[in-house]
């Protein structure tokens, strides 16, 4: 079952932002990124400037994509928390609300059990946000209401920008 696209409001985006600053806080994490499934980069906090937030953004997609097949050849649905354990650094990766994908980076500050624990309180927190922004989206919708972000543009205006 494929997720449906939802438009980002600039209220559920704060609420995201305000959400993982907490995160990087109280798991002490260096840089937390948020990720869509196909791999599109929705956020960031921390120290985000060291990285190629893209690349980051993409493999982690393709981590989830791949673990996700290997938990089907073995009967699972899904492998909805992953950990890679580094020489400096670790990674912490959890799926949230089965549509998102949480990236937590931390080092010897932290460790994986408070990383797990503040985890899983933002996860519930940020499930609650794309629950809400999924059922305004349907509601805008079915309202006919629906936003397309580039609905006023016109042929013409992309020939002036091209010309």
Known sequence: MS???LIMYD???KQINVVLDKLL???NAKVIFLVDKNGQLITGCGETERFDTTSLASLTAGNIAATGGLAKLIGEKEFSILFHEGEKDNLHISIVAGRVILVVLFDTR????????RVKKASEELTAIFNRLLQKNEEKEKSGDSEFPFAEITDDDIDNLFS
Do not use: D, I, K, M
Request: proline residues 6%; without cysteine.
């Open 11 to 13: 209220e559920e985006f």
């Open 110 to 117: 932290s460790s994986l059990g408070l990383v797990r624990l």
């Open 3 to 5: 997720n449906p696209q």
């Open 25 to 27: 806080r109280e798991a």
